[in-house]
């Protein structure tokens, strides 16, 4: 999966948080996050908070979707409320290969 590929997959399953997500889809789009943040920065706090809140509910949903391809559960993002601890272990399943079997979240999505 390309760049423009993941992101229009990621926006159509806006809040699709069913399903599997590989790992290029989820890192293509975190990239998208990244190079929107920074565009929308320079263009002022609103603008940035607009565009943050605009890409909230698809990045939750990406990234539950990424969670059910390594057959973990999408709710082991509230990891993340742990300080410093939760994002590094959530990193740490993020890059894991996705199940080459199909799971409980459904097929291995090509």
């Excluded at 806006?14 to 890192?27: L, P």
């Excluded at 391809?69 to 740490?92: A, C, M, N, R, T």
């Amino acid at each position: 999966m390309n760049f423009m590929q993941a992101v229009q997959v990621c926006l159509s399953k806006y809040v699709d948080f069913s399903g599997r997500a590989r790992r290029s889809e989820f890192w293509w789009f975190s990239l998208f996050q990244f190079i929107v943040a920074i565009v929308a920065s320079f263009l002022g706090d609103i603008v940035a908070s607009i565009a943050g809140l605009a890409l909230l509910l698809p990045a939750l949903a990406v990234g539950a979707r990424r969670l059910h391809d390594i057959g973990k559960s999408g709710w082991l993002q509230l990891i993340v409320l742990i300080p410093l601890l939760g994002i590094l272990v959530l990193i740490y399943f993020w890059v894991q290969p996705g199940a080459t079997e199909s799971n409980a979240h459904g097929e291995v999505t090509a």
